[in-house]
């Protein structure tokens, strides 16, 4: 266990970068979540947690691999990206996952153009979509990054898939109820919901 206490040591800054810029974050491979909630949820699921940050020591065992850093409140509120930091923020190595030509399962949501951050077996996103691995849409997902899988795709390979695609907009979703219950009980299928305008 290491502890730092400069708010301009190189991890730190490291941190900060990855916060705010998905650029960033897609150059390194990595991205950044804040919370203990979400950092026992990517234990459990495999993900490979790369370091972990925390004002007091985690009382969780973690493999030796993670390099485990102490840091005081004054830090810690520089570099989570949160209003009220939860105390523990950690790195994890971002999935890159190719396409599949055939998607496993039945469920699957698709977004184009969503920029704000279930029950499906996966997500696809397509054209312009928020970082899914962004602090905010990570923290938003309550750990579901971790447990199903994210694709980009292109319309293209969208269409390889061999999965019935059901186009609609959110506010159509609920009037939809019915013709979703009866796919899912009968199909493979992508639910297709375009942008929401940054709402």
């Known amino acids: 266990m290491e502890t730092i206490t400069s708010r301009q040591n190189p991890l730190m800054t490291h941190i900060r970068k990855l916060a705010g810029s998905a650029a960033y974050r897609r150059q390194t491979g990595q991205c950044l979540c804040d919370s203990p909630k979400l950092l026992r949820e990517a234990a459990q699921w495999g993900a490979e947690v790369q370091t972990v940050v925390s004002v007091e020591p985690w009382p969780e ?8 850093v102490l840091v005081p409140p004054e830090v810690m509120a520089s570099i989570s990206p949160a209003k009220t930091p939860q105390g523990v923020l950690f790195t994890c ?4 996952l190719p396409v599949p030509e055939t998607l496993p399962g039945r469920r699957y949501v698709v977004l184009d153009g969503v920029q704000d951050p279930g029950n499906a077996d996966g997500l696809l996103l397509s054209g312009g979509c928020a970082d899914p691995f962004g602090p905010k849409t990570v923290r938003a997902s309550m750990g579901a990054v971790f447990r199903r899988p994210v694709w980009s795709v292109t319309p293209e390979e969208l269409a ?3 999965h019935e695609l059901l186009a609609t907009k959110p506010a159509d979703l609920a009037a939809m109820a019915d013709v979703l219950r009866k796919y899912a009980r009968e199909g493979k299928f992508c639910t297709f ?3 929401n305008g940054g709402a």
């Open 61 to 68: 065992p973690l493999p030796e691999k993670v390099r485990q």
């Open 193 to 195: 919901s375009g942008t």
């Open 93 to 96: 190595r971002a999935p890159v």
């Open 160 to 162: 390889k898939t061999r």
